[in-house]
């Protein structure tokens, strides 16, 4: 619903591991894909959008690249959530890559370990949302 006035493309890999992911992991996960999309929504002016899920046999990849009006990102204000996403890309033991230029769209691709992600996890959340 919150992308529905731009055309969506969405590729999820047929072949997934049959594993338990940790609550903790989930939840990073579905707050992380939650404030890209948002950000997409508001900020982008886009009107496609492409969401890609893959897994490897090393690591799960979350890409979500839109055809908006993109920003640079060594200016980056305040209240993007850029930051929250990299501190939960961490979090799971991953990383965040950002690609945007003003007028060329932008990129977010979240890179995480299956090792890392299939660990059992206790933690508290370190990040605030």
Not at 61 to 87: E, I, M, T, Y
Request: glycine letters at 6%; one cysteine or more; a neutral charge.
């Amino acid at each position: 619903r919150v992308l529905n006035r731009m055309e969506l493309t969405i590729e999820l890999p047929k072949d997934c591991p049959d594993v338990v992911v940790p609550l903790t992991f989930k939840r990073h996960l579905i707050m992380f894909f939650k404030e890209v999309v948002h950000n997409c929504a508001h900020h982008s002016q886009a009107t496609k959008v492409e969401l890609v899920a893959m897994v490897s046999a090393t690591h799960f990849k979350l890409l979500v690249h839109d055809n908006g009006c993109g920003f640079a990102p060594d200016q980056v204000v305040d209240g993007w959530g850029l930051d929250s996403l990299r501190k939960r890309a961490v979090e799971m033991g991953g990383a965040m890559e950002l690609e945007s230029a003003p007028g060329e769209g932008t990129t977010i691709v979240l890179k995480i370990p299956l090792k890392t992600l299939l660990k059992l996890s206790d933690h508290r959340y370190k990040t605030s949302n």
